[in-house]
């Protein structure tokens, strides 16, 4: 059986030394200078750089106008929301609680929950999720 055979030792360092020597000869031939054209100049060159680093600066560019650009633009409007929060608004927190604000405290507020009327809890205002309007 293949599973129950030991192997030597001396077995397993020269497969070991094998892999590393195909691994430094494929290194070898990546080294070797670019075949030249009819001309006698190097193929290649600048050209072949730039055109290997055009497709990264491509993927970052869509990257930027999908990803980065509409988190920062969220980003923006829910900073501007937080600044214009005043005593009265209906709210949701970010832990799903709705209720109104009834005091305003620099980074602390008031949230009444409208299960009974005696119900408060004080919560930091980065943890304001969003307004409700129109209720």
Known sequence: ???????????LLSCGIYAVTCLLSNEVYALTPAPKNAGGAPSGGMESMFSSLLPLVFIF????????????????????????????????????????????????????????EDIRIRINRNFIADIRAGE
Do not use: C, W
Not at 1 to 11: Q, W
Not at 76 to 102: F, Q, S, W
């Open 61 to 116: 560019v869509i990257f930027y106008f999908l990803l980065i650009r509409p988190q920062s633009k969220k980003a923006k409007e829910h900073k501007k929301m937080l600044e214009n929060i005043k005593r009265g608004d209906k709210v949701i927190t970010t832990g799903g609680i709705e209720g109104v604000i009834e005091e305003v405290d620099g980074d602390r507020m008031v949230l009444k929950i409208g299960i009974k």
């Open 1 to 11: 059986m293949f599973i129950n055979k030991v192997y030597p030792v001396r077995y």
